[in-house]
C-alpha cells in the first residue's frame, strides 16, 4: 500500500453543523468576549490615542473682519495671526493646550469695548478648525456676524494632531520624567528585598520542622487584606512628624524613598511568599536524597538544588512584585512625600492640573514595564507548569533543633513586624489622639463627621464589593468554561484567552484613566453608566479578571474533557452538565474567585479613584481623601473597617469551604 | 536474525461466530465512505472506507498512533473529518453535531460524573422532561442488573473498583438505548485479570442487546477474542478487514501478519516455479501471485511450525518443506516449549517454533540435539519486499 505518497484528494473540507448548544455557547462567549472589549480593549485603545494627541491654537485658520461704530462698513478680512503679529495679544507657549483648551479673541483689539457697536464677523478658513460662541459650535467657511457683547464670549478651539509630542514634552520636563528613574529605583530596591524575605519565609515554611507554621502563614496573608495606603498611615504613625519611633530615623525622613520601600515590602510581601512557597513546596525529595548521599555540605545542597529548583517561582515573583510596586498608587501617595513616582503622576496631572494628555503619556509608559513584566512572567509560568507536573515525591524536613528554632526566630520577626504595622493603625484608630491622649475613644469612627463619604462609603464598598464577587465570578466563570469547554472556533477562542490576560498587564490608574476617556465622553452611548456604581463593578472585574480567569481554567482543566461528549450522546444539553456537575465540582475554585474579588474590590483605590462621584464614594477612596485632608486618625479607622470586613469576609469562605469539603469528601476522595 | 515478538505467547485463536450466519443479509448499518482526516500536515486517516452490519461487533485495531480513535471521534462527530462521508442507518451523518447523532460512548476514562452516585449517573441520559419519573428509575435498576452492580446504586463512582466503573460507563451509555455503541479502549485502565473477564461481559452484553459496537483496542488478544470483525489499521489506512480468523490466518500485508499473533520472518526470492527460494532452498508457499524474481519476506508463525524426528517416524502424509534443523535454545513457557532452531539453511536467521509438551516428550527434542522442522505450505505466507 503506498501509504507514504498518500496526499488528500482536492475537494471541499467539510464544515460542522452547529447545534444548538454550539450556537448558545458560542453566543455566551462572544457576549464575553464583547464586554472584554468594552471594558478594556476600547478604553485602552482611546487612552493610547490620547496619548498621542496634541492640541495646538492654529491663528491661520481663523479670519475676522470688524467694523467702523456704524456697524455696517467692515474692514477686509484678516487672519487671526496677522492680526495677533501686531499686537502680540497670544504669546507662543498660550497656542499648545490640551482638549479643552479655548482661546478668546477680543485681546486682538486693543480699544475692544463690549458696549461698543462695533460689529465683527468671524470665520473659519480649513474644515478642522471651530470656534465656539458661547456654548455653540460653530465650524465651516461661512461668515458669523456678532455684535460686541457676543464677540466677547467666542473661543478659539485647538486642532488635534497625532505625534509624539506629548512624549517629547514629557521628557523634555526634568520633574516628570525624573519619576521613571524612581519608580525603577523603588521597584527594584523593593523587589530584592521582597524576595529576600519571602524565600526566607518560604524555606523556614516548607523546609523546617519549626512551630506554629499555620499561625505564621496566615499572619502574613494580612497585607492582602487592607489597602496599600494602610501601611503608609502605619508608617506615619511611627515614623512620621509625630511619630513613636521618630528618632530611629536619625533624621532621615520616612516621607520618601524609605517609607515607599517598606511600605512596599509590607504589601507586596504575601503574593513573593505564595509563588515561592508553592515552587518550594513541589521541591522534589530525591533531590535531596541524591545531594545527602553525596555528602554534599548543607551550603551547598541550598544553592545546587533549592535555589534552582525554585528558579521560575522567585523570577516569576520578582516580575509580580516589580509591577506592583511601580504600578501602586496608594502607598507613595500617602507615604511618598515630595518623591514622585509614576502611578502618582497620573493622579496628580489628571486630577490636580487636568491635563489627560500628560496623564494619558504617563499612563503609556507605566504600560511599559508591567506589559513587559507580564509577559516575561508567562513564559516563566509555562516552564513552572512542566516542572510542577512532573512527578515528585514531597520532601519531608527532619527535625534540626538549631535549624528550627532560627527559622522560628526569623519567621517572628516578619510577623512582628506585619502585626506591629497592623496594630498601629488598630490603636491609632481606636485612641482619642494618637500619641498625646491614648484613652479609647470610638470618635475616629464617626466618619459622618468628616469629609471622604462617612458611613456611606462604606456602605457603598460593600455594595460594590458584593457585586463585584457576584457579577465578577459568573462573569469569569462563564467565559473560562465557554473557552475551555468547547470545540472548534479556534481563532474566537484565542482572542478570548488573550483579552482575559490583559488585564494583568493593565496598571490601576491606567484603566481608571482610560475608563474616563472612553465613559466620559458625550458621544458614547455607554456614558450613561459614568459616576454610577455600575461603571464602579465593571472596571473592578476587568481590573481583577486575569487571575480570577486563570483560577477558573485551573479547576476546569482538571475536568474531565470527556464530560461535554458524554453529554451530547446522552442527548442532554450542556447546561445540564454545566450546573449539575460542572459547578458543583468546581465550587471550590469558584469560592476561590469570589472572595478575591471581594477582598480586592474592598481594598483597590488606584482605578476607582478616577470613576467615584459623590453618589459613590467608596471606603477605601475615604481613607485617601482623609489622609489627604489630614484625617489620619479617621483615615487609619476607616482602613481597619475594611481589615474588619475582609477577615469577616475570609471567615465566612472558610467556613463555607470546610463545609462544603466534609459534605463532599465521599465522592471527591479518589 | 529477525524474530518479532507482539505479545506473549501466541494465542490459541477462538474462532467467533460467524456474523454473517448470526443476521443473514443484514444491511450496512454503518457505511464510512472515504474518510480523510488532517491535523495541519499530518494526515492522520487516509481515505479509510469500511461498512459495518447491523449487529456486529467490529475492533479497530493498530498500534498506538494509526489513527483508531481519530475515526472513532470521527464517527461520533468529536472531531469532524476533512473529507468524506459516514451513514448510520441511511441517513448521512458526515457533518452532524454529537448530539444528532444515534450513539453512547465509553471513553477510556469512563468520564463518569464524581459528584453524581452510580444511578444519577445512568439516569442522566434519561432525565427528560416527559419521561415519568418511575420509569426512569425502572430503567435504571434494569441497567444496574445487566451490569450486575444492583447493590452499588446509591455509592459515588470514587467508591467503586475500575471495573465496575467500566461497567456503570457502559450502562450509562446503554441507558438510552443508542443504535450504536463506540468503546475507545475500554480496557486498558485496568488490570490483566479483570480486563480478561470483562472482554466476556462486555461480549455478552452485547450479543444480548444486539446492538451494533465499534471497540478501539491496540491489544490483539483483545481483538481475536471479541470482535466479529476486525478492522485493522496502520498510519491511517485500513490494512485488512476480516473476521478473526481471517486476518490470523490470511493475512494480506506482513504488517497484518506481523501485528496480529507473532512471525518468522525470512528475506527471500520468488523463484519461476513460483516457490521461495530461501538459502538456498526452495520452499513451497501458500498460493500467491507476486511475479517470479520479487524479493519477499517468507513468513512463518512459531505455533506452525511442525516437529519431527530425524528417523522420519512421526510422519504422517508427504510433508513438504521438511528441513533439518539443530535445536540451539530452549525456553519453557508454561504450557508449550520455544525453541530456538538453526540451520545452514536460515543462513544468520533462527527459526522459532512453538513445541507442546508433548512433541518435545515424544520426539525427545532438547537443547543442542538435531531434528527436522516442516514449514507446511498453507502457512507459509509470502509479503512483497515494501518499496
Ligand atoms: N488534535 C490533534 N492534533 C494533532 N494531531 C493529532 C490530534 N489528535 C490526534 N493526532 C495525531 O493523529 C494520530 C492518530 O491519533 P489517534 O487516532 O489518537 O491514534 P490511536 O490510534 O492511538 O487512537 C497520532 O499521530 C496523533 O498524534
Ligand atoms: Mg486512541
Redesign the pocket.
Not at chain 2, 62 to 69: A, H
Given at each position: 500500500m503506498s501509504v507514504a505518497t498518500a496526499t488528500m484528494p482536492r475537494g471541499r473540507t467539510l464544515r460542522p453543523q452547529l447545534s444548538s448548544d454550539d450556537m448558545v455557547k458560542r453566543g455566551l462567549m462572544l457576549v464575553i468576549s464583547l464586554y472584554l472589549i468594552v471594558a478594556l480593549a476600547l478604553p485602552l485603545y482611546v487612552l493610547l490615542s490620547k496619548s498621542l494627541s496634541t492640541y495646538q491654537f492654529d491663528l491661520n485658520i481663523f479670519e475676522i473682519q470688524r467694523s467702523d461704530e456704524t456697524g455696517t462698513n467692515f474692514s477686509p478680512a484678516r487672519t487671526v495671526a496677522d492680526l495677533n503679529a501686531e499686537v502680540n495679544a497670544i504669546t507662543p507657549d498660550q497656542l499648545n493646550t490640551s482638549s479643552d483648551g479655548r482661546l478668546h479673541v477680543t485681546g486682538l483689539f486693543q480699544d475692544f469695548s463690549f458696549r461698543s457697536p462695533v460689529k465683527y464677523r468671524i470665520r473659519a478658513t480649513t474644515d478642522n478648525a471651530s470656534f465656539l460662541v458661547g456654548s455653540e459650535l460653530k465650524r465651516g467657511k461661512d461668515w458669523v456676524e456678532l455684535d460686541s457683547n457676543t464677540f466677547r464670549r467666542v473661543v478659539l478651539r485647538p486642532v488635534s494632531t497625532i505625534g509624539l509630542d506629548n512624549f517629547v514634552s514629557y521628557f523634555s520636563t526634568p520633574a516628570l520624567a525624573k519619576s521613571i528613574g524612581n519608580s525603577l529605583l523603588m521597584g527594584v530596591i523593593s523587589t530584592v528585598l521582597v524576595i529576600g524575605i519571602a524565600f526566607g519565609l518560604g524555606y523556614a515554611l516548607n523546609r523546617s520542622r519549626m512551630p506554629f507554621k499555620s499561625v505564621f502563614r496566615l499572619i502574613v496573608t494580612i497585607p492582602i487584606l487592607v489597602p496599600s495606603l494602610l501601611p503608609g498611615i502605619a508608617l506615619v504613625y511611627l515614623f512620621g512628624n509625630q511619630g513613636l519611633l521618630k528618632n530611629w530615623m536619625m533624621g532621615y525622613s520616612i516621607y520618601g524613598p524609605i517609607g515607599i520601600v517598606i511600605g512596599s515590602v509590607f504589601f507586596t510581601l504575601p503574593h513573593a511568599l505564595l509563588i515561592i512557597s508553592t515552587a518550594l513546596s513541589v521541591a522534589d525529595a530525591r533531590h535531596y536524597e541524591a545531594a545527602a548521599s553525596l555528602r554534599a555540605s548543607k551550603w551547598r545542597t541550598f544553592w545546587t538544588v533549592t535555589v534552582p529548583g525554585a528558579r521560575y517561582g522567585i523570577i516569576s515573583a520578582a516580575f509580580v512584585v516589580f509591577t506592583m510596586v511601580i504600578t501602586d498608587f496608594g502607598l507613595p501617595k500617602v507615604i511618598g512625600g515630595q518623591y514622585n513616582m509614576l502611578a502618582v503622576d497620573i493622579y496628580k496631572q489628571v486630577i490636580g492640573q487636568q491635563n489627560f494628555e500628560m496623564g494619558a503619556v504617563v499612563s503609556v509608559l507605566l504600560l511599559v514595564p508591567a506589559v513587559v513584566a507580564f509577559f516575561v512572567d508567562r513564559a516563566i509560568q509555562k516552564k513552572q507548569v512542566a516542572l510542577l507536573s512532573a512527578r515528585s515525591v514531597p520532601y519531608d524536613p527532619k527535625p534540626n533543633p538549631g535549624f528550627d528554632w532560627g527559622c522560628f526566630a526569623y519567621c517572628s520577626l516578619i510577623a512582628a513586624f506585619i502585626l506591629v504595622m497592623i496594630g498601629v493603625c488598630q490603636l491609632a484608630a481606636t485612641v482619642k489622639f494618637w500619641p498625646y491622649d491614648l484613652t479609647l475613644s470610638m470618635r475616629n469612627f464617626r466618619f459622618d463627621l468628616m469629609d471622604g463619604g462617612g458611613w456611606g462609603a462604606y456602605h457603598n464598598s460593600i455594595k460594590m464589593a458584593l457585586l463585584t464577587a457576584f457579577f465578577g465570578t459568573v462573569i469569569v466563570f462563564t467565559g473560562a468554561y465557554m473557552v475551555e469547554k468547547s470545540d472548534g472556533f479556534r481563532i474566537g477562542r484565542s482572542m478570548f484567552q488573550f483579552l482575559a490576560m490583559l488585564p494583568m498587564a493593565v496598571p490601576g490608574m491606567v484603566l481608571g484613566l482610560a475608563y474616563i476617556f472612553f465613559f466620559n465622553n458625550p458621544a458614547n452611548p455607554l456614558n450613561t453608566i459614568y459616576g454610577t456604581m455600575t461603571i464602579l463593578v465593571v472596571c473592578t472585574v476587568t481590573h481583577f479578571y486575569t487571575v480570577s480567569h486563570l483560577t477558573a481554567l485551573t479547576a476546569l482543566k482538571q475536568m474531565d474533557r470527556e464530560f461535554e461528549p458524554v453529554a451530547a450522546s446522552l442527548k442532554q444539553p450542556f447546561h445540564k452538565l454545566f450546573f449539575r456537575v460542572t459547578v458543583p465540582v468546581c465550587l471550590p475554585a469558584i469560592l476561590d474567585i469570589a472572595i478575591y474579588l471581594f477582598v480586592n474590590a474592598m481594598t483597590t483605590v488606584s482605578a476607582v479613584v478616577f470613576l467615584y462621584s459623590t453618589q459613590t464614594q467608596l471606603a477605601s477612596v475615604a481613607v485617601l481623601n482623609m489622609d489627604d485632608a489630614g484625617d489620619i486618625a479617621p483615615a487609619a479607622a476607616m482602613g481597619m473597617m475594611i481589615f474588619y470586613t475582609n477577615v469577616f469576609a475570609r471567615l465566612v469562605h472558610g467556613v463555607i469551604s470546610r463545609f462544603l469539603l466534609v459534605r463532599t469528601q465521599t465522592w471527591r476522595k479518589r | 536474525m529477525r524474530h518479532v515478538t507482539v505479545s506473549e505467547a501466541a494465542t490459541p485463536v477462538r474462532s467467533a461466530p460467524d456474523m454473517q450466519g448470526a443476521h443473514p443479509a443484514a444491511a450496512d448499518y454503518l457505511a464510512i465512505d472515504n474518510i480523510w482526516?488532517s491535523?495541519?500536515d499530518?494526515l492522520?486517516?487516509k481515505g479509510v472506507s469500511l461498512s459495518i452490519k447491523d449487529g456486529e461487533f467490529v475492533c479497530?485495531l493498530?498500534?498506538?498512533?494509526?489513527?483508531?480513535?481519530?475515526?472513532?471521534?470521527a464517527i461520533a462527530g468529536l472531531?469532524l473529518q476533512t473529507l468524506g462521508t459516514i451513514q448510520q442507518a441511511g441517513r448521512d451523518i458526515s457533518t452532524l453535531p454529537p448530539s444528532k447523532r444515534d450513539y453512547g460512548i465509553v471513553f477510556q476514562s469512563y468520564a463518569l460524573f464524581p459528584n453524581l452516585t452510580i444511578e444519577k449517573n445512568i439516569a442522566f441520559g434519561l432525565e427528560n422532561a416527559n419521561r415519568p419519573k418511575a420509569e426512569i428509575k425502572a430503567r435504571v435498576a434494569e441497567l444496574l442488573e445487566l451490569v450486575g452492580l444492583s447493590s452499588q446504586a446509591k455509592k459515588y463512582p470514587a467508591q467503586l473498583s475500575g471495573g465496575q466503573q467500566q461497567r456503570i460507563a457502559l450502562a450509562r451509555a446503554m441507558a438510552v438505548s443508542p443504535g450504536l455503541l463506540l468503546l475507545?479502549?475500554p480496557l486498558s485502565a485496568l488490570d490483566a485479570k479483570v480486563r480478561v473477564h470483562l472482554r466476556h461481559e462486555i461480549k455478552e452484553l452485547q450479543r444480548k442487546l444486539g446492538v451494533t459496537t465499534i471497540m478501539?483496542t491496540?491489544d490483539q488478544e483483545e481483538a481475536l477474542s471479541m470482535a466479529d470483525r476486525i478492522v485493522v489499521?496502520n498510519h491511517?489506512v485500513i490494512e485488512q478487514i476480516g473476521t478473526p480468523t481471517e486476518v490470523y490466518r490470511h493475512p494480506k500485508t506482513l504488517f497484518v501478519a506481523d501485528f496480529i499473533g507473532e512471525t518468522n520472518q525470512f528475506p527471500a526470492k520468488v523463484t519461476d516455479t513460483g516457490r521461495v527460494a530461501l538459502g538456498g532452498t526452495d520452499l513451497v508457499c501458500a498460493p500467491h501471485d507476486i511475479a517470479p524474481g520479487s524479493e519477499v519476506t517468507a513468513v512463518i508463525r512459531p505455533v506452525d511450525v511442525i516437529p519431527h524426528s530425524l528417523d522420519g517416524t512421526e510422519q504422517i502424509g508427504t510433508p513438504e518443506n521438511l528441513i533439518d534443523v539443530t535445536v540451539d535454545q530452549m525456553e519453557f513457557l508454561g504450557s508449550f516449549w520455544r525453541c530456538r532452531l538453526a540451520s545452514p539453511r536460515f543462513g544468520e536467521n533462527i527459526l522459532v517454533a512453538d513445541f507442546s509438551l508433548n512433541a518435545v516428550r515424544r520426539l525427545g527434542i532438547e537443547t543442542g540435539g538435531q531434528m527436522r522442522a516442516e514449514l507446511p505450505q498453507g502457512r507459509m505466507l509470502v509479503f512483497a519486499k515494501a518499496g
Open positions: - | 482526516k491535523f495541519g499530518f492522520a486517516l479497530f493498530g498500534p498506538s498512533g494509526c489513527g483508531k480513535t481519530t475515526l472513532l471521534r472531531d475507545d479502549e478501539v491496540h489499521m491511517g
